[in-house]
């Protein structure tokens, strides 16, 4: 399973094997949290300025991990 994401100053996208599974559109995002319900459910919740939010469901921990692992470099940039 490959992850790829392409990074914009408006903007995130994450690919998995090539597919886009996921936008945000980073200037309404205002954060995000995650968990592990039961053995076998990984989520990923993302909220909004407008008060919406897209939740993600994983059904295996390496996806949800991989996933993790983009948001926490990608989502903000340093300078």
Known sequence: ???THK???EQLKVYIN????LQ???MDLVGFQSWIHGEAEYFIE???SSR???T???GD???WSAMLDILDKHVTQTA
């Open 56 to 58: 993600t469901v994983y």
């Open 52 to 54: 919406d939010k897209i």
């Open 46 to 48: 993302y909220y909004f």
């Open 7 to 9: 990074r914009t100053y």
């Open 61 to 63: 921990k390496e996806r």
């Open 18 to 21: 090539g597919q886009l599974h």
């Open 1 to 3: 399973m490959e992850f």
């Open 24 to 26: 945000i559109k980073l």
